[in-house]
Each structure stands twice: as structure tokens, then as C-alpha cells.
């Protein structure tokens, strides 16, 4: 079975600059969420879809970051502009149907963004 | 108030030690609890789930107590392999919101 793929794997930008990060979840996951992982810190939560739907954004830095999840499938999460406090890694992870209780996240390898 | 708080160490033990890490937890609704592990540069791997039972896989042993609202992993007879860092998750009741901790580093010595 194939994994959560994320792209790129690394990305450098400028501050004020926008980027964008990709992310395919395992075939036939549901539930697809984002996170913010600073260096020396666990994952911040940013946003969880439910198939194509926002279930928690509470996290998401919406003056300048967004996420779609158009057809329930891959999404794709945007940084407009960037600040040196975004330099991080952005993990994208998938879970089967996103009930909670157990279920299990699979993360893909991150993304990691450097901002000068 | 942090909703998973951690002791982000670091552990230095040398092989063969037992090590136990503990994490506390601020919403007593919370149900579901997991220790992930993260490899250095990689992402976080379910490493076991925590039941209230608590719950014994080989050489690693997750416990509850809901009454002090933490969690804990015990590793025995520590291995290299087994240097990483160690994330608690506390899943909130409401909202099925997945709060990690800062993580533990252990490092084991031969």
C-alpha cells in the first residue's frame, strides 16, 4: 500500500514570497490533516478535512495560510506571504475515516520550509 | 494551559536500562491516547495505542491514570535502536482534534 506522498520535500523562500505544498493521502483515507511542526516542538494541528469538508481549521493562521481539498481526494496547503516564523515542516497525514476513537494517522515525510 | 505537556528531556540511558516517560493531559474528557515515535528528520510513526487497561507490546508498557490525567511509556532493556524521540497524542473528546506533545528525546548509549 502505498503512503501519504508529499511535495516538495524541501522548499527555501523569501520572506513575502508564497508557496505552496502538495499532498496525496493513502488511497481510500478520508480524513486528511495538516500540521505545523517547528523545530524542538511537536505537530501543531492546522487543518483536518473529512473528505472535502473543514473539520477543525481553529489552528490555521487564516490571514495567510489556506488549504483546499476540492474533489475529497489530494489537497494542497498555501502560505501568502510567508514570514520567517513559518520555517517549519509540514507534515500531511491520513486516516481512514477520521472518527477519532483509534483510528491510526499515517504521516507522509514532511515538508521542510526554510524562510529567509 | 498547554492541552498535552511533555518532558522534553533529554534521556541519556545506556543499553539494557529501563526508561519511562510521562505525559499529562488537560481535558479530563479526553478518550484516546497514543505514543508516536519520530526518528530524527522523519515523520511520526504510531509506535502503540494506550488503553485504560493499559497495555504491554514486548519491551514498551503504555499506562493510563485517568485520575491524574497522564499518561506514560516504559521501555525495558533499552536498545539503540530504540533512540528517537517520543510523542504523546491526546485525542479531545469533541472535535476529534489530535494535541501532541512537545516530544521526549531519548538517546540510548552503548
Known amino acids: 500500500e502505498a503512503g501519504v506522498a508529499q511535495s516538495p520535500r524541501y522548499k527555501i523562500i523569501e520572506k513575502r514570497q508564497s508557496v505552496a505544498f502538495w499532498c496525496n493521502p493513502i488511497?481510500?483515507?478520508?480524513?486528511l490533516y495538516w500540521y505545523q511542526q517547528i523545530l524542538g516542538q511537536g505537530p501543531k494541528l492546522l487543518i483536518q478535512f473529512q473528505n472535502n469538508g473543514v473539520v477543525d481549521d481553529s489552528q490555521l493562521p487564516k490571514d495567510r495560510f489556506s488549504a483546499e481539498r476540492l474533489k475529497g481526494v489530494d489537497s494542497t496547503l498555501k502560505i501568502q506571504p510567508a514570514k520567517l516564523e513559518d520555517s517549519a515542516v509540514y507534515l500531511c497525514a491520513s486516516s481512514h475515516s477520521g472518527g477519532g476513537g483509534r483510528e491510526t494517522q499515517y504521516f507522509g515525510p514532511g515538508t521542510r520550509l526554510l524562510v529567509l | 494551559r498547554k492541552e498535552v505537556e511533555q518532558d522534553p528531556g533529554p534521556f541519556n540511558v545506556p543499553e539494557g536500562a529501563t526508561v519511562a516517560f510521562n505525559c499529562t493531559y488537560s481535558?479530563?474528557?479526553?478518550?484516546?491516547f497514543f505514543w508516536y515515535r519520530q526518528d530524527c528528520r522523519k515523520e511520526p510513526k504510531l509506535l502503540m495505542s494506550v488503553y485504560s487497561s493499559g497495555n504491554e507490546d514486548g519491551r514498551f508498557t503504555a499506562q493510563l491514570n485517568r485520575a491524574s490525567q497522564y499518561i506514560s511509556l516504559l521501555i525495558r532493556d533499552s536498545k539503540l535502536s530504540d533512540s528517537a524521540t517520543y510523542l504523546c497524542v491526546v485525542i479531545a473528546n469533541t472535535g476529534n482534534q489530535f494535541y501532541f506533545g512537545t516530544g521526549t528525546s531519548l538517546t540510548v548509549i552503548p
Open positions: 481535558n479530563s474528557a479526553s478518550q484516546s
Open positions: 488511497s481510500g483515507h478520508a480524513t
